[in-house]
């Protein structure tokens, strides 16, 4: 099992940054794939970002340039640094760890609101 925390969510202006944090423990030694996921109200939830363990990085269209996402292997983490915060970036951002069996293990998720 694998179990994940984030943290780093609030309330920000419009044009401002935020970073997300997820601490992971359990059984990490099958881990391919981290990644930051977000739920808008009403909405399905979409991926924002993914990373490898070998480092290579995909990012929605909709987040390049602005998110950045980056891990720590030596600590279990996973972080994703978010500027130029628009009102539509608002969602809860949940952790996501895939394993190489494509087993998911999700985060409770952190509120990211974004103000205008």
């Known amino acids: 099992q694998v179990q994940l925390v984030e943290s780093g969510g609030g309330l920000v202006q419009a044009g401002g940054s935020l970073t997300l944090a997820c601490a992971a423990s359990g059984s990490l030694f099958r881990i391919a794939r981290l990644g930051w996921y977000r739920q808008a109200p009403g909405k399905q939830r979409d991926l924002v970002a993914t990373?490898?363990?070998?480092?290579?990085?995909n990012y929605a269209d909709s987040v390049k340039g602005r998110f950045t996402i980056s891990r720590d292997n030596a600590k279990s983490t996973v972080s994703l640094q978010m500027n130029s915060l628009k009102p539509e970036d608002t969602a809860v951002y949940y952790c996501?760890?895939?394993?190489?069996?494509?087993?998911?293990?999700w985060g409770q998720g952190t509120q990211v609101t974004v103000s205008s």
């Open positions: 990373i490898t363990m070998t480092g290579s990085t």
């Open positions: 996501n760890f895939r394993s190489s069996r494509s087993q998911d293990y």
